[in-house]
T-cell receptor, first 111, second 113 residues
Framework: KQEVTQIPAALSVPEGENLVLNCSFT??????LQWFRQDPGKGLTSLLL?????REQTSGRLNASLDKSSGRSTLYIAASQPGDSATYLC??????????FGKGTKLTVNP | EAEVAQSPRYKITEKSQAVAFWCDPI?????LYWYRQILGQGPELLVQ????????DSQLPKDRFSAERLKGVDSTLKIQPAELGDSAMYLC???????????FGSGTRLTVV
């Protein structure tokens, strides 16, 4: 059974800092990995999708990497802003087509 | 940009009442998913449809929950009777196929009192 773990559970940083969120998964047989952002009481917004054959994806200040063999992904946020404050969820998609989620990292960026 | 539509956004219901949620996926997306997210947790799959067929409902509490996607387009998730422990965010998502990303709707926040 696939299990996804996200560390840390919560993170508080000053504005402008670069930061890394971590995601690990137990079964490396995945099709892809997706990072989402969730604001309080809202749905999920897709940030980056990495296929199993890819090593990384970039969108603006966000960069996600994938090391499938070791079961790890990182989300790098450059020059953080207060508007980046949200919960970030990592999810992997395996052969069953369903997404398995971690519990998320709650990020607070302080002005 | 295409969106997954969900309604209602919020629902408050009394214990033992029936409640229903609706989802309209992105046009052309054959795969539709219902997830439940308890506060502070990641979403967990309740049911997965491929067109009008249920692919996975192993985590759906079938004694009180039901889901349908009659024409392979929009879908309804029903709870009857609702229990206090059903209070959560109910998220619908769709995908165009293997290797593609998921698109989620805004969710329905259910509070059972």
């Amino acid at each position: 059974k696939q299990e996804v773990t996200q560390i840390p559970a919560a993170l508080s940083v000053p504005e402008g800092e670069n930061l890394v969120l971590n995601c690990s998964f137990t079964d490396s047989a995945i099709y892809n990995l997706q990072w989402f952002r969730q604001d309080p009481g809202k749905g999920l917004t897709s940030l980056l999708l990495i296929q199993s054959s890819q090593r990384e994806q970039t969108s603006g200040r966000l960069n996600a990497s994938l090391d499938k063999s070791s079961g790890r992904s990182t989300l790098y946020i450059a020059a953080s802003q207060p508007g980046d404050s949200a919960t970030y969820l990592c999810a992997v998609r395996g052969g069953s087509e369903k997404l398995v989620f971690g519990k998320g990292t709650k990020l607070t960026v302080n002005p | 940009e295409a969106e997954v539509a969900q309604s209602p956004r919020y629902k408050i219901t009394e214990k033992s009442q029936a409640v229903a949620f609706w989802c309209d996926p992105i046009s052309g997306h054959a795969t539709l998913y219902w997830y439940r997210q308890i506060l502070g947790q990641g979403p967990e799959l309740l049911v997965q449809f491929q067109d009008e067929s249920v692919v996975d409902d192993s985590q759906l509490p079938k004694d009180r929950f039901s889901a349908e996607r009659l024409k392979g387009v929009d879908s309804t998730l029903k709870i009857q009777p609702a229990e206090l422990g059903d209070s959560a965010m109910y998220l619908c998502a769709s995908s165009s196929g293997t290797g593609q990303g998921y698109t989620f709707g805004s969710g329905t926040r259910l509070t059972v009192v």
